[in-house]
């Protein structure tokens, strides 16, 4: 695709549920990485996902967090047993090797858990 | 373990006036800095990149110095405009292209027409 898709847009859960976000990355890009913004707040690292690479998933901030990539593709971040901290703007990028490729970002998926 | 510090926090400018932003980073492996603008509801964009070979970077009125003895780097706005006004972030990393970054704490730039 033309960029970086992200859905849903915004997802309002309730405490104690599972969400599941996804992330389409811009076509042929290896890298693929998810980062969280919380209000006000910087882009603290998740995971990182590179071509059949085992993922850096040193950034996952519990085991209630998991992640996925089918096919070198499409992602999926799965928040299990959701709690309200968890609420926050899940980023996702992509990127692709060579000279002058920093990442594309998606628009988010804003998460508010209530 | 990596980290990247970021400051100022927030920096009010008067239009026409330079702004200068400040990052310090922990892993001596990191040989790419690229800066990102975030506006207000928006996904983060990358305005300039440096890597480790160079010492300076420009695009317009845009520029970034590193200094990798210091594990320092900065990014300069001349002549700013209201435009201008938004989050930047710096980010360091072990490679440009497949490597995750880590990113300073953003930086609020308000410049004041």
């Known amino acids: 695709g033309a960029g970086v898709s992200q859905s849903p847009s915004n997802k309002v859960t309730e405490k104690g549920k599972d969400v599941e976000l996804r992330c389409d990355p811009i076509?042929?890009?290896?890298?693929l990485y998810w980062y969280r913004q919380s209000l006000g707040q910087g882009l603290e690292f998740l995971i990182y996902?590179?071509?059949?690479?085992?993922?850096?998933k040193s950034g996952l901030p519990s085991d209630r967090f998991s992640a996925e990539r089918t096919g070198g593709s499409v992602s999926t971040l799965t928040i299990q047993r959701t709690q309200q901290e968890d609420s926050a703007v899940y980023l996702c990028?992509?990127?692709?090797?060579?000279?002058?490729?920093?990442?594309?970002f998606g628009s988010g998926t804003r998460l508010t858990v209530v | 373990g990596e980290n990247v510090e970021q400051h100022p926090s927030t920096l009010s400018v008067q239009e026409g006036d330079s702004a200068v932003i400040k990052c310090t980073y922990s892993?001596?492996?990191?040989?790419?800095f690229p800066w990102y603008k975030q506006e207000l509801g928006k996904r983060p964009q990358l305005i300039i990149d440096?890597?480790?070979?160079?010492g300076e970077k420009k695009d317009q009125r845009i520029a970034v110095t590193l200094n990798k003895t210091a594990k320092h780097f900065s990014l300069h706005i001349t002549e700013t405009q209201p435009e201008d006004s938004a989050v930047y972030f710096c980010?360091?990393?072990?490679?440009?292209?497949?490597?995750?970054?880590?990113f300073g704490t953003g930086t609020r730039l308000k410049v004041l027409a």
């Open positions: 996902f590179q071509g059949n690479s085992a993922p850096d």
């Open positions: 980010a360091a990393s072990r490679a440009s292209g497949t490597y995750k970054y880590i």
């Open positions: 440096i890597r480790s070979n160079v």
């Open positions: 892993d001596s492996a990191s040989n790419y």
């Open positions: 076509s042929g890009h290896t890298a």
């Open positions: 990028a992509s990127s692709s090797r060579g000279e002058g490729y920093g990442y594309t």
